[in-house]
């Protein structure tokens, strides 16, 4: 049977065992080739996975510098597309550095993709450090879904090609960018320990790294930088004034108190290494309105897959609490009121747990069907040459590790929740 016999039976939900391991056998002899494969989306079989087709002009490698770019979306199971012009350039500082690239999208016109909200910036995940796939969209999923946070990344799974090279399961999201221009947000900061690749960079009083000014575009000598400095370091001399707790006179009337909750129990519950203050820690807010946590970001070695030996142990261990004695953090964890709702929030985010497995389960059996040709080129979850039944084993594997740690996590969390 042709290839494009498999995918139209696939489109129709009419596979057999036979085909499916043929097709597969195929895409193990063209993934593990010594270039990458090469072909559109009719030749890869429809498995639920949108696809999204990438080309440059004249197919010109992919820079950390914006370049105009083609974009073919199409929807699972369907035969139709839509194409737009966009710009594209790589993303990320070390996830750059690794095989699989991430990438960011700017449409010249707010568009909603596959069903998200509408925007014109957004990303391509790469999840490369992540051999499940599945922990920044278990991050998001628990923020949006279980916590109820508004500021949080909308996100699917796609097939990605780039100029007709096939590049494997990527995530389709927004950017930072694209959230906090759905929240209104005219100022985007990032607490950033990387700052030595910005310049709109600047310090507080009690932040040990510095905070990098992301949105607008401003330089250190405009009006604008001084504005969003200064307000910045009130609400900071605020937090640590000898009346913090004070209604008028304290931290909560330039802090969102519930975005600050959402935030920390998101990412003490994945125990997120660079949610210490470090990097990947994102505010924002608009004129006249209170600083905003988030969104939260940047999962990918987190719910125990952290792979840096120099915290390796702690940040991986599903026990102790992470956050609690962070900077600002620290300073908040003395007011009894906002102890009292981390703790009734995390109460709320407990009783969701069986959606989160779900979600996890849900997300890992999308995902399966394609594992085998994302390993084939990327070798995540063990050798590039590795069997298909190898590859799902070891998946498997990677998914049961992750349910298992969570599951560790939250009940540490509960048990120890008056220790806060």
Not at 384 to 391: D, G, I, L, P, R
Request: net charge negative; proline share 5%.
């Amino acid at each position: 049977m042709s290839m494009e016999g498999w995918t139209r039976r696939m489109a129709h939900g009419a596979w057999d065992a036979g085909s499916w391991l043929t097709a597969m056998l195929l895409f193990l002899f063209l993934s593990c080739a010594d270039e990458p494969y090469e072909g559109t989306p009719s030749d890869v079989p429809h498995t639920g996975l949108p696809f999204v087709c990438l080309n440059t002009p004249d197919g010109a490698d992919i820079t950390r510098n914006d370049m105009d770019a083609m974009l073919e979306l199409m929807e699972p199971g369907s035969d139709m597309s839509h194409s737009f012009s966009a710009t594209v350039k790589g993303r990320g500082n070390t996830s750059w550095i690794a095989p699989k690239k991430p990438y960011s999208i700017t449409f010249d016109e707010p568009r909603s993709p596959f069903n998200l909200p509408s925007g014109r910036s957004w990303v391509l995940l790469a999840n490369y450090h992540d051999p499940a796939q599945l922990r920044n969209s278990l991050a998001f999923y628990l923020g949006s879904v279980a916590g109820g946070n508004s500021d949080v990344p909308q996100t699917c799974f796609v097939d990605l090609f780039v100029n007709n090279l096939y590049r494997g399961i990527y995530q389709w999201g927004e950017s930072v960018e694209g959230v906090c221009s759905r929240m209104g947000a005219d100022v985007i900061l990032e607490v950033d320990g990387k700052a030595r690749y910005h310049e709109t960079t600047f310090h507080t009083s009690h932040l040990y790294h510095p905070l990098t000014i992301h949105l607008p575009e401003v330089s250190p000598d405009d009006a604008t930088f001084q504005a969003i400095t200064s307000y910045v370091q009130r609400a900071e001399d605020a937090l640590f004034s000898e009346h913090f707790t004070d209604a008028v006179e304290g931290y909560r009337s330039y802090l969102d108190v519930g975005s600050f909750v959402e935030w920390y129990l998101v990412n003490e519950i994945a125990k997120n290494n660079d949610a210490a203050f470090y990097t990947s820690c994102f505010l924002h807010f608009a004129w006249g309105g209170k600083l905003r946590m988030g969104p939260p970001w940047d999962f990918d070695l987190s719910f125990g897959d952290y792979r840096y030996k120099n915290r390796r142990k702690i940040v991986n261990d599903p026990e102790g609490f992470y956050l609690r004695h962070v900077q600002w953090y620290e300073r908040l964890f003395e007011d009894p009121s906002f102890k009292a709702l981390v703790k009734e929030r995390f109460l709320h985010y407990d009783g969701h747990r069986e959606e989160l497995l779900a979600h996890i389960d849900s997300t890992a059996a999308l995902l399966e069907s394609k594992v085998f040709l994302d390993n084939c080129l990327w070798g995540r979850l063990g050798q590039k040459s590795a069997t298909m039944e190898q590859t799902e084993t070891a998946y498997r594997e990677e998914v049961e590790k992750l349910k298992e740690w969570l599951i560790h996590r939250m009940d540490w969390m509960r048990a120890h929740l008056e220790e806060l």
